[in-house]
């Protein structure tokens, strides 16, 4: 029996105001709960737009010619691929608050809620630091941490470990198929092949085209 679908697109289209080329041209794309689909595909073939399109993003904040259709199983959160756009408050810790602060939860959840996720993550010790300082890949994992305080049901993640060190790679890895085993949905846009084997399924963009590919990674059907 086929499971929920958390994820479902259909004929997702999009262009940039003011392009001429088309980023996503009909796109369908399905993802049961519980599952990992990595998007791949040359730099510049559009997986963030698909990010932002899956999440939300697109159309509310970004604008274009967008039409399709998306359908989303719970709630969606989004880690963009430059942690720069996400992370905007004088300490760790403060980036951890925003969201269950927005949430207004209490204050003793919330600080539950930061502890347990700076531990999950290895952030302790950076708790106070201002994360202007510290290097992309601190950043990159704030920037997961963050949205994670806020415990999406679906999480699209760009390119999350792309600054991240070895050992903090090892971690992430750890912490994603831990979310898949508690029944979150993950979408990761991901052009490293090594960092592929996550996934259940594979897709790839190509001239705004979406493919599903075999797990032989080779290119399966044309639609
Ligand atoms: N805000 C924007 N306005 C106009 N064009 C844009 C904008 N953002 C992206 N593009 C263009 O849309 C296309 C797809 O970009 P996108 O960032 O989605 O690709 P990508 O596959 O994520 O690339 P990368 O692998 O480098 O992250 C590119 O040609 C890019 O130049
Ligand atoms: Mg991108």
Not at 5 to 20: D, I, K
Not at 185 to 197: A, C, G, R, S
């Amino acid at each position: 029996m086929q499971k929920m679908l958390a994820v479902e697109a259909r004929a997702l289209s999009f262009r940039y105001q003011g392009q001429h080329t088309l980023v996503l041209d009909k796109v369908n794309f399905n993802l049961e709960q519980g599952k990992i689909a990595a998007i791949t595909g040359l730099s510049g073939c559009g997986k963030s737009t698909l990010g932002y399109c899956l999440s939300g993003v697109i159309p509310r904040l970004i604008k274009g010619d967008f039409s399709g259709e998306v359908n989303l199983q719970g709630r969606v959160g989004i880690v963009f691929q430059d942690p720069d756009t996400q992370i905007f408050l004088p300490t760790v810790e403060d980036e951890l608050a925003f969201g269950p602060e927005n949430l207004c939860l209490a204050r003793e959840e919330i600080r539950e809620i930061i502890s347990c996720n700076l531990e999950l993550i290895g952030l302790k010790e950076l708790r106070t630091e201002n994360p202007a300082t510290l290097s992309g890949g601190q950043k990159q994992l704030v920037a997961l941490s963050g949205v994670l305080t806020l415990s999406p049901d679906i999480l699209v993640l760009d390119e999350p470990l792309s600054q991240l060190d070895n050992s903090a790679k090892d971690r992430v890895k750890s912490i994603l198929l831990g979310l898949k085993e508690e029944g979150k949905t993950l979408i990761i846009m991901e052009h490293d092949k090594k960092n592929l084997l996550l996934a259940d399924q594979i897709w790839c963009l190509e001239r705004g085209r979406l493919f599903q590919l075999p797990a032989s990674g080779e290119v399966n059907q044309g639609e």
